[in-house]
């Protein structure tokens, strides 16, 4: 699970403990990222992909902890509200 504010994103590790029945959350990433707006972890749990306020689109790596890729010019002119992943058939 990932959360984003104005100046950070987050991605949670959930754990679910079924002799308590109750899901335990804790910080596995804390990236320093302003303006996002919208998160998407890919499958494979290795890469989030970030949309920014000024509409450009960030690829993260989780396992390395580092930006692999910002693409400014050929995404978006405003705000990147919204993210989803679709599998072709």
């Known amino acids: 699970m990932a959360t984003h504010s104005f100046d950070s994103v987050k ?7 079924a002799q308590q029945e109750e899901l335990k959350l804790h ?3 804390s990236i320093d ?15 989030l992909i970030m949309g920014t ?3 450009s689109i960030l690829l993260y790596d989780l396992q ?10 050929k995404a978006h002119t ?10 072709n058939p």
């Open 53 to 55: 306020k000024e509409g």
């Open 64 to 73: 390395a902890n580092e930006l692999v890729q910002e693409i400014v010019e």
């Open 11 to 17: 991605v949670w590790k959930i754990d679910f403990m």
């Open 33 to 47: 990222q302003a303006n996002v707006t919208a998160v998407l972890i890919l499958p494979g749990n290795k890469y």
């Open 78 to 87: 405003k705000e990147v509200w919204e993210l989803a992943m679709h599998t």
């Open 27 to 29: 910080c596995s990433h």
